[in-house]
């Protein structure tokens, strides 16, 4: 049977780059990979055939010769007889095509060592604090169950006086070494599971697995001006590794509840304010509240209702320094109160009847963005 084009088997143009073939290879190898369709015998010549288009359109040289030449330049390339499994060199391509599916498949594993050593597993905790907390910064303690490595036997998962023994079928290496049509197989061992030994006599405490659980107290460092969602890393904080493995690492994901005075966008903050009518129409000066302490405000006359002001650096700290400031954006509120005296009535009706000012009811537009509660329409307002 003659030899189908290397293009037509990859299904690409002969413009195709080194990517997009690796990445076309990559798809047909995971699909008709023999280890994915065992006793189908297509899908095995399908792969071959992928692969030997690969092993020349994914090296330039070949590929050249091949452009100029077709299957004739390439005689000298391969075995006698055609393609074997002998003539691949991209090997090294495998972690990279199959994220290192390869390496088990095709013998690349090795095949000694038995039980590996292991980093233990990472961990998440979530801290809750308040807004305070987080403007000020504080030491929290948190309390987790973590695997800790056996105190009884040490990590070893032997009890006391007995000794693990090597596996009879893998030899201690805990793989096993398979042939599969054209390639081998390296594949966990069925008996020892991988650990290359066996107890006999397991440890009572974690019955052979060298790790149990056990109860943690940490105290955390929480920085000035920490965010809602950030991470703090503990350093070796978390599970206990496998055979002499390193600890993981712990994650503490920071929760900021929310504060019934302030809302937060990132270092800044808003809050509002109410303010009676006399003091918005004639000016007065005002407290406002903020984290640093109360704040004085002056109210210019003939103030609006949600008219918003700028303290610069009244915000939350800085989490990246811990010394500078976002700023706080207070909106005031016009109070309408809902009960008058007589007298008061009297004096409103008076004003009302000496008040000339015609008012002009505002455009859509502006009527929304003057209800739009975000603070970029804030900031819009006070920058300008």
């Not at 023999?34 to 297509?42: H, K, V």
Request: proline share 5%; hydrophobic share 30%.
């Amino acid at each position: 049977m003659a030899k189908r084009d290397y293009y037509e088997v990859l299904g690409v143009g002969r413009e195709a780059s080194p990517e997009e073939i690796k990445k076309v290879y990559r798809k047909m190898a995971l699909k008709y990979h023999p280890d994915r369709n065992p006793g189908d015998n297509a899908s095995e010549e399908t792969f071959k055939e992928a692969s030997e288009a690969y092993e020349v359109l994914g090296d330039p040289d070949k590929r050249a010769r091949y452009d100029r030449y077709g299957h004739e330049g390439l005689r000298s390339a391969f075995s006698p007889g055609g393609f074997q499994w002998s003539d691949f060199t991209h090997f090294g391509d495998f972690e990279d095509i199959l994220g290192g599916m390869f390496g088990q498949f095709f013998g690349m594993g090795g095949l000694g060592g038995g039980r590996q050593s292991n980093r233990g597993r990472d961990l998440r905790v979530t801290l809750n604090i308040t807004l305070e907390e987080a403007f000020k910064g504080t030491e929290s303690e948190i309390a987790l169950t973590r695997l800790e490595i056996c105190e009884k036997c040490a990590g070893s998962g032997v009890s006391a006086g007995s000794r693990p023994r090597t596996c009879p079928r893998c030899r201690g290496a805990g793989q096993l070494r398979i042939m599969q049509g054209f390639f081998s197989i390296n594949t966990t061992c069925d008996v020892c599971h991988g650990e290359g030994r066996i107890i006999d006599h397991p440890c009572a405490s974690c019955a052979g697995h060298g790790r149990v659980n056990a109860r943690a107290r940490l105290k955390v460092a929480v920085p000035r001006g920490v965010d809602h969602g950030m991470r703090l890393r503990l350093s070796g904080e978390g599970e206990a590794g496998v055979k002499g493995g390193p600890r993981g690492d712990l994650y503490v994901v920071v929760n900021v509840e929310e504060d019934e005075r302030f809302q937060r966008d990132g270092d800044d903050l808003l809050c509002e304010v109410p303010v009676k009518f006399a003091q918005a129409a004639l000016g007065a000066e005002i407290k406002v509240p903020s984290l640093h302490g109360d704040q004085p405000l002056a109210i210019p006359p003939g103030t609006q209702t949600h008219k918003a002001f700028r303290l610069r650096g009244r915000g939350m700290p800085r989490v990246r320094d811990g010394q500078s400031y976002g700023d706080l954006y207070v909106r005031v509120i016009v109070h309408t109160p809902q009960r008058l005296s007589e007298r008061q009535k009297e004096l409103l009706r008076e004003y009302d009847e000496l008040d000339e000012e015609k008012l002009t009811a505002p455009g859509r537009k502006g009527f929304f963005e003057q209800l739009k509660d975000s603070f970029d329409q804030l900031k819009k307002d006070v920058l300008g």
